[in-house]
């Protein structure tokens, strides 16, 4: 089965400091994965994908992520934090297993806390 | 271009009653999916639709359904409401059925069931 995994419910880091919310996956194939973003009482917004190609993707509002094969992660980062990156973070993985569909698996979610 | 837009934003209806929420998928955008949150079980997936057909459905009782119009527009119902049902529910589009797509979001729709 297909999953994806973030391993910290909660990140804190100092505005102007690097950040790294972590996710992990399991999937059969070739994953597609995708960072997303949640604002209190707001829907999710697209951060940024990997589908193929240079490991290092770069996304909206300054992050990026890096997908590591051999480690089976694609942990999302941000050279300096800005208190306004304070949010929900979800990983999730395309449901390769559902052919075309566009079923995305969602990570629990991490809460990133960025204080001035 | 307009994202995804959702309605109602806010309601809340009484156990048993039945509810429908409505999706405009972005512009040129034909297929829309939905999925559920909720504190306990995350962000789950309800089904898909693609050019008026149901492409995948996620393991939720037969109280969830719903359909796509010719115009790519999407409503899901719930019918029998329990008080498990109350959540954001959020439907997202995409272009086509190429696996690459990325996958946009509305802002969601809360129901709280009393």
């Known amino acids: 089965a297909q999953s994806v995994a973030q391993p910290e419910d909660q990140v804190n880091v100092a505005e102007g400091n690097p950040l790294t919310v972590k996710c992990t996956y399991s999937?059969?194939?070739?994953?597609?994965l995708f960072w997303y973003v949640q604002y209190p009482n707001r829907g999710l917004q697209f951060l940024l994908k990997?589908?193929?190609?240079?490991?290092l993707v770069k996304g909206s509002y300054g992050f990026e992520a890096e997908f590591n094969k051999s480690q089976t992660s694609f942990h999302l980062k941000k050279p300096s934090a800005l208190v306004s990156d304070s949010a929900l973070y979800f990983c999730?993985?395309?449901?390769?297993?559902?052919?075309?569909?566009?079923?995305?698996?969602f990570g629990q979610g991490t809460t990133l806390q960025v204080k001035p | 271009k307009a994202g995804v837009t959702q309605t109602p934003r806010y309601l809340i209806k009484t156990r048993g009653q039945q509810v429908t929420l409505s999706c405009s998928p972005i512009?040129?955008?034909?297929?829309v999916s939905w999925y559920q949150q909720t504190p306990g079980q995350g962000l789950q997936f309800l089904f898909e639709?693609?050019?008026?057909?149901?492409?995948n459905k996620g393991n939720f009782p037969g109280r969830f359904s719903g359909r796509q119009f010719s115009n790519s527009r999407s409503e899901m119902n719930v019918s029998t409401l329990e008080l498990g049902d109350s959540a954001l529910y959020l439907c997202?589009?995409?272009?086509?059925?190429?696996?690459?797509?990325?996958?946009?979001f509305g802002e969601g729709s809360w129901l709280t069931v009393v």
């Open positions: 997202a589009s995409r272009p086509s059925d190429t696996l690459g797509n990325t996958i946009y």
């Open positions: 999937v059969s194939g070739n994953p597609y």
């Open positions: 990997y589908i193929t190609g240079d490991n």
């Open positions: 999730a993985v395309r449901d390769r297993g559902s052919g075309n569909t566009g079923k995305l698996i």
């Open positions: 512009s040129g955008h034909r297929s």
């Open positions: 639709y693609f050019s008026e057909t149901q492409r």
